[in-house]
């Protein structure tokens, strides 16, 4: 057997965390190892090399009554005693367990689930906001269910669907509520439901909006699919000068009012010398519009 550690010495011990043989009882005293730690060292000399007296007499008493298994210091209560240890082979764990019954072995679900009643009265906001139902198939298990958010979803409330949300989706959606008191972290039955949903994105621009990020509340795909029908409609003319476009411009910019970015009624094709001329100069600059903070009306 030789050594797996890359010196090419034959292998003495084995050592179970890694799974490997090497040639010395201490990886590392293996030359590979040495060669390894001293080309990350880059030539440096280690701080305590050919120094002597660099300890103590306080640090060395420690260490001397560690070494002896003695215990040091009149407030510990194993002052003067020897350690249970010393001198005794230690068990070995994995052969003690062998054959034994672990306290959690075959146990799901320890700590108590709350019901419907008790979610209502410790969160009440949150019981008015997320309707609950029992699962009527565990009907004794009492599994609470809820709506996907999703609108297009058969798990979601306008079809009068259901589906069993995770310990995670369940605290995520409380502390934002009750905690946070944000409406954000719904409920979403899998992940091809969060693509689909719009008001997914629109968490995911706010959060990332905070950070002063980009906001990007649509798909790439679902974007091209909008500027090829503008371009089209258009017959890729710009409607300013009437050249050759291959530009969208938003009446309402994407800034303010990020739900009609997409809707093309509000868009037409322009070229790219009259998209930055006419579409984003002045109070429509870029820099203008992104330290603009939309207010509404307080009544």
Same mark, same amino acid.
């Given at each position: 057997m030789i050594c797996e550690y890359g010196c090419g010495q034959e292998a003495v011990h084995y050592f179970k965390r890694t799974k490997k043989w090497c040639c010395n009882k201490y990886t590392s005293r293996c030359p590979a190892i040495k060669k390894l730690i001293s080309e990350k060292m880059n030539g440096a000399t280690p701080w305590n090399k050919n120094k002597k007296n660099i300890y103590s007499d306080e640090t060395i008493e420690k260490m001397r009554n560690a070494k002896e298994g003695k215990y040091i210091g009149e407030d510990n209560p194993m002052y003067g005693k020897v350690g249970y240890w010393k001198g005794k082979k230690r068990p070995d764990h994995s052969k003690l367990m062998t054959g034994r019954v672990g306290p959690w072995q075959g146990k799901k679900n320890i700590k108590k689930r709350l019901t419907i009643k008790e979610w209502k009265k410790k969160y009440p906001l949150f019981a008015k906001i997320e309707e609950m139902r029992y699962d009527p198939d565990n009907e004794n298990k009492k599994i609470i269910q809820v709506h996907c958010k999703n609108h297009n979803c058969p798990n979601s409330k306008e079809q009068d669907g259901w589906f069993t949300p995770t310990r995670t989706q369940f605290q995520e959606r409380l502390r934002n509520?009750?905690?946070?008191?944000?409406?954000?972290?719904?409920?979403? +039955?899998?992940? /091809?439901? /969060?693509?689909? +949903?719009? *008001?997914?994105? *629109?968490? $995911?621009?706010?959060? *990332?909006?905070?950070?002063?990020?980009?906001? /990007?509340?649509?798909?790439?795909?679902?974007?091209?699919?909008?500027?090829?029908? $503008? *371009?089209?409609r258009d017959a890729y003319t710009c409607q300013y000068c009437a050249k050759e476009a291959h530009h969208v411009h938003h009446e309402r910019p994407q800034k303010l009012e990020p739900f009609f970015a997409l809707d093309p009624d509000v868009a037409f094709a322009v070229c790219e010398k009259c998209h930055y001329k006419y579409g984003h100069k002045d109070e429509c600059s870029t820099g203008k519009l992104a330290n603009i903070i939309c207010k509404g009306n307080n009544k």
């Open positions: 509520i009750e905690i946070n008191g944000l409406d954000n972290s719904y409920f979403y +039955c899998s992940e /091809k439901c /969060k693509d689909e +949903c719009p *008001l997914f994105r *629109l968490n $995911v621009a706010y959060e *990332l909006n905070k950070h002063n990020k980009k906001i /990007k509340i649509y798909t790439q795909k679902e974007y091209e699919i909008f500027r090829e029908h $503008v *371009l089209n």
